[in-house]
């Protein structure tokens, strides 16, 4: 049988790009994400590529779904071999004017989720000694930017929970990695750009050359299929030893 992949998120950006490798690369794929059009995704590019795939729109701020995403996944494709944390949120705005209830959900949908499905999967995975857990972090997880309190402390736990997965997987034959792209021209980034622009009082191509592509080496957004090509990396039977690693995709900008 195939291998099964569940990706977080991923009915649109960077979790579609990943999710539509890892078909064509003959994965088994449990689509997620909030789309209305999310099951439609799946068996388009499940039939594209002839792959078994399916969809929910779990709740990721409840651990209760995202224990029955996990189940599903594994009950509708027949095992769950590599886990994509992926999901995420962002929100731009000054510490002081930060709204309470945005950091909250900021810090449950990028960071507690990773947990919680992990949780969920690490039992099964343990059980086959085999499992793959990636995490997309951010180079917000190893750097800081400002107005970003909520997403720069999201992504900067991701990194610790990933190292602690990796000790307590090793045993078992499951690793966990952590993906560290900068930016990357998704409808989320999108969304960043206007609302940098607000903050900075800025134009939107100000923000993109004077701020999102400032900290890089080499001024271009990451793209997605350099992302997918990692994650399929880390994903492989081979990858044994890789794992408890932060790969930065970032254009530099951590070199510095």
Same mark, same amino acid.
Not at 63 to 79: V, Y
Not at 149 to 162: E, L
Not at 165 to 173: D, I, S, V
């Given at each position: %049988? ?27 794929? %449990?689509?997620? @994400?909030?789309?209305?059009? @999310? ?18 729109? &779990? ?19 027949? =095992? ?27 810090? &449950? ?12 999967? +690490?039992?099964? %995975?343990?059980?086959?000694? /085999? @499992?793959?857990?990636?995490? *997309? ?7 800081? =930017?400002? /107005? ?12 610790? %929970? ?13 690793? !966990?990695?952590?993906? !560290? ?25 100000? *923000?993109?050359?004077?701020?999102? $592509? ?19 990396? $880390? ?17 530099? +900008?951590?070199?510095?």
């Amino acid at each position: %049988m195939n291998k099964t992949v569940l990706i977080t998120g991923s009915t649109s950006g960077i979790g579609l790009g990943i999710a539509e490798a890892f078909a064509k690369n003959g994965y088994q794929v %449990m689509f997620h @994400g909030l789309e209305s059009n @999310g099951l439609e995704i799946a068996k388009a590019i499940g039939a594209k590529y002839n792959v078994k795939t399916d969809y929910s729109n &779990a709740n990721l701020l409840d651990s209760d779904s995202i224990k029955r995403l996990i189940e599903d996944s594994i009950s509708k494709l027949g =095992s769950l071999d590599v886990l994509i944390n992926n999901a995420g949120i962002q929100h731009v705005a000054p510490i002081e004017d930060f709204p309470e209830e945005m950091y909250e959900k900021i810090i &449950a949908i990028n960071m507690n989720s990773v947990f919680y499905t992990s949780k969920a999967a +690490w039992k099964h %995975m343990k059980a086959k000694k /085999f @499992g793959r857990i990636i995490n *997309v972090s951010s180079v917000h997880g190893i750097r800081a =930017s400002e /107005f970003k309190s909520a997403y720069v402390t999201a992504k900067h736990g991701v990194v610790g %929970m990933t190292k602690v997965m990796a000790l307590e997987g090793a045993p078992y034959n499951i690793t !966990c990695n952590a993906i !560290c792209p900068g930016y990357v021209k998704t409808p989320l980034v999108e969304n960043q750009i206007k609302d940098q622009a607000k903050a900075h009082q800025l134009s939107e191509s100000e *923000v993109i050359e004077k701020i999102m $592509l400032k900290k890089q080496a080499v001024k271009q957004f990451i793209s997605v299929e350099s992302i997918a090509s990692m994650a399929l990396l $880390l994903a492989a039977d081979h990858a044994t030893t890789i794992t408890g690693t932060t790969f930065t995709l970032d254009g530099g +900008w951590s070199a510095q």
